[in-house]
């Protein structure tokens, strides 16, 4: 039986729907290599932060323009970007690099909160060469007196400002902790978001009780993390018509192929590679090709959404009536 893995992502066409998410897994050119050779579709970029690039315009305001004809040295006077792997400048060596050595699409990402200088890089990337954009939309509502609208209004702002600078697809990578996200789809749908990602995972802090500290906590992911994808995708999937990628939780076959039933148009992997590496995409694609020919389907396509809610045989399986099911059904 043949079986046809491609897939249709931000108006890509793609050999099929695995990619590396946002991450430092493209940060090495041999390690970019691997993913494609072991089948990656796309590879998607870490972020670039609205943060480096503002911060670096607004330094050499105020010191480099400053000195620019006192003396040769003066641009030395110029803060380093300390702390992260790629500042603006190489990032965009870095797209233009990636394009150069590989074979499919090369999405960067961009991580703002609100419209500032930094939407005018989305341009430049465009320039270095990137197939499409995926804007990440980490803020939290610190202040109480800033509500759950004002919230998704300064997202949609930043939506609006990149797509009046580029031509390239935009996909939006979502918190779930959104009051109406599929509402919220909709509506980025109509500002000119090709996509959206489901979900960015927030990172918690933790409190060291022993030398009474507040600090940063790194976790990845873990399989429980993709029932809350699954839900969303399989909510959304005949609900909007932007493409829909999963990410979080991705950590066997299975996951991939209940990403896809559920709707998902690609799915993004990022703990499971950190941990066993680039060649744990090969191993997926192998394994979802045997699935869908024990299951006789003949394309993504076709399997694509086939257990979302407008088709799901049990639709309360995504509503209320599963959260009263799933309660009765405890036992200790």
Known sequence: MSIDLRTSYLGLKLKNPLMPGASPLVDSLDQVKRLEDAGAAAVVMHSLFAEQIERDGQAWDRHAVRWENSFAEAESFLPQAAGFSLGPDEYLARVARLKEVCSVPVIAS??????????????LIEQAGADALELNTYFLATD?????????????????GVRERVDIPIAVKLSPYHTSVGHLVRRLEAVGAEGVVLFNRLFQPEIDVDVLEVRPKLELSTPEDLRLRLRWIGLLRDQVNVSLAGSGGVHAPADVVKLILAGADAVQS???????????????????????????????????????????????????????????????
């Not at 088709?311 to 036992?331: F, I, S, V």
């Open 144 to 160: 109480t007196e800033e509500s759950g609208e004002s919230l998704e209004e300064r997202l949609l702002e930043v939506v609006r």
């Open 270 to 332: 990022v703990s499971a590679l950190l941990r066993r590496g680039p060649q744990r995409l090969g191993d997926w694609l192998g394994d979802l090709r045997a699935w869908m020919e024990e299951h006789e389907y003949a394309s993504v396509a076709e399997m694509k959404g086939a257990l979302c809610m407008a088709r799901c045989p049990d639709p309360e399986a995504y509503e209320r009536g599963n959260y009263l099911r799933t309660l009765q059904l405890w036992r200790e």
């Open 110 to 123: 961009l991580n703002g909160t609100r419209v500032g200088e930094w939407v005018g890089h989305a341009a």
